[in-house]
Nanobody, 116 residues
Framework: QVQLVESGGGLVPAGGSLKLSCVVSGSTLGINDMAWYRQTPENMREMVAIITSSGRTTLADPVKGRFTISRDNAKNTAWLQMNMLKPEDTAVYLC??????????WGQGTQVTVSS
């Protein structure tokens, strides 16, 4: 049983910062990619950032220069540092992992709300 628990969301004014955490527990069988997605109020799910097991990162264009993804393999934890937040960043942020067998697991998400 694999569990992903996200935390760190909240309500911030535009221009503010938040740092999200994703802790993975259970029988992970090895983790390849760790990623953050977001589900917007319009119910669109989009990729925000991905980090491979070797630390290579990919960021979606709307967040480049503002967000940073990182991970600690020993702790099965990933973070998403979000700076210069904009109202359009408002969404439920979800963590996803892919294990060595190509299986995907998702967390329940954490709400981020950016006020204008």
């Amino acid at each position: 049983q694999v569990q992903l628990v996200e935390s760190g969301g909240g309500l911030v004014p535009a221009g503010g910062s938040l740092k999200l955490s994703c802790v993975v527990s259970g029988s992970t069988l090895g983790i390849n990619d760790m990623a953050w997605y977001r589900q917007t109020p319009e119910n669109m799910r989009e990729m925000v950032a991905i980090i491979t097991s070797s630390g290579r990162t990919t960021l979606a264009d709307p967040v480049k220069g503002r967000f940073t993804i990182s991970r600690d393999n020993a702790k099965n934890t990933a973070w998403l540092q979000m700076n210069m937040l904009k109202p359009e960043d408002t969404a439920v942020y979800l963590c996803k992992i892919e294990n060595w067998f190509g299986q995907d697991f998702w967390g329940q998400g954490t709400q981020v709300t950016v006020s204008s």
